[in-house]
């Protein structure tokens, strides 16, 4: 009996081994990394590229993607949060240095 039950449990074991070998999915990345690097015109949410002008809805805040330095034709972007009227509010800067 004991022989019997060790034969039909390796019998189990022997057919359901090879239905449970993983499937693995082969990707390749379709961004070139230089142009990552180089590109300095595109933002990044949850891993997706996005362009200037792009509205993004982040809980109760909207961000949109703009320049870092509207001032400037080739400033990098970034995300800004929207005030409730709908306009980009900028980071303020420091108008003074204090070295403690």
């Known amino acids: 009996m004991r022989h019997i039950m060790v034969l039909f ?12 070998y993983a499937k693995t999915v082969k990707t390749h990345s379709i961004i070139d990394a230089n142009e990552i690097i180089n590109n300095g015109d595109i933002c990044w949410y949850d891993n997706k590229r996005y362009s200037e002008g792009a509205l993004v809805q982040v809980h109760s805040f909207t ?4 320049a870092k330095n509207p ?5 990098k972007l970034i995300w ?3 005030d409730k009227k709908g306009n980009i509010v900028y980071p303020t ?3 003074t240095i204090t070295v403690n």
């Open 9 to 20: 449990i390796f019998l189990i074991a022997f057919t359901l081994a090879p239905s449970s």
């Open 63 to 66: 961000l949109v993607c703009a």
């Open 71 to 75: 001032q400037h034709n080739n400033s």
């Open 80 to 82: 800004l949060k929207l």
């Open 93 to 95: 800067k420091p108008k």
